[in-house]
């Protein structure tokens, strides 16, 4: 496992300077290091520039909170099935991956509030006339990442066979080298990999097939998940939230609710 101690690179806010804003309410979290599980595949989340560094949406989001709430950051790169058991272990203490909050995770993890609106959606070659929908994945071979909720999705076709990786990029690339009739993936993924020029031949159909909200785990009961979800609250009231959002999708953020409709 790769441990990279991690600069923030958010955009400068006034309002969540170099003065934590929480630190004071909260010295369990404040002067600490929280190391964060992260798996670099997932851009624009989490992925590795050309200099080496992880950077995204996510590790942008995480540095703002740290730098609110007074804690650092330490990164720690995982396979994404891998970290709920890391999180259950104790071996991290929170984690940036695009985790979407569910009723069964909620159940051997605590989550913060919801930070990002995600949803899935379905990649196919852009040839293909024949698949616009879940139900016409039926008997299809639909290739996902392993341990997500686009996995779970899958397993609702009928007939399906379905092919699991490691990575997103894995994923689409299966889609384009004809090995796969279809991915199911994140929408705003695919859609940056589009945008990048980092796949092509490939096309988005049918409507958005869920919507999910990602939330910042951590293991039950952990300390650190009050000063997680008060950093989260400045950086969304200060601006910081809406610059990094903008950043990386070039669009305004949505509102967000308290709780995650699971």
């Not at 080298?177 to 490939?202: E, M, P, Q, R, W």
């Amino acid at each position: 496992m790769l441990v990279i101690a991690c600069n923030n690179t958010a955009p400068n806010s006034t309002d969540a300077g170099s003065s934590p804003s929480g630190a004071g309410s909260n010295p369990a979290a404040a002067g600490k290091t929280l190391k964060v599980a992260t798996d670099p595949t997932f851009a624009p989340f989490e992925f590795q520039g050309p200099d080496g560094q992880i950077q995204g949406f996510d590790i942008d989001i995480i540095n703002s909170i740290g730098k609110a709430e007074g804690f650092q950051v330490d990164l720690e790169s995982m396979r994404f099935d891998g970290m709920i058991g890391a999180l259950q272990a104790g071996s991290v203490d929170t984690a940036m991956a695009g985790v979407t909050i569910t009723p069964e995770r909620a159940k051997v993890i605590d989550f913060s509030k919801p930070y990002f609106k995600a949803g899935l959606a379905i990649a196919v070659p852009e040839k293909n006339t024949d698949i616009t929908d879940l139900d016409s994945l039926k008997n299809k071979k639909i290739a996902v990442q392993i341990g997500t909720t686009s996995a779970d999705e899958a397993k609702k076709v009928s007939g399906a066979k379905i092919s699991t990786f490691d990575s997103p990029d894995l994923v689409l690339q299966e889609v384009v080298n004809g090995n796969a009739d279809a991915a199911i993936n994140d929408k705003a993924v695919t859609l940056y990999a589009f945008k990048t020029g980092s796949l092509k031949g490939l096309k988005l159909v049918g409507e958005q097939l869920t919507a999910e909200y990602y939330g910042i785990p951590t293991p039950k009961g952990s300390e650190n998940l009050e000063s997680i979800n008060r950093g989260l609250d400045t950086i969304i009231k200060d601006g910081t939230y809406a610059q990094i959002y903008k950043k990386w999708f070039d669009e305004e953020p949505p509102k967000l609710p308290e709780t995650a409709p699971i």
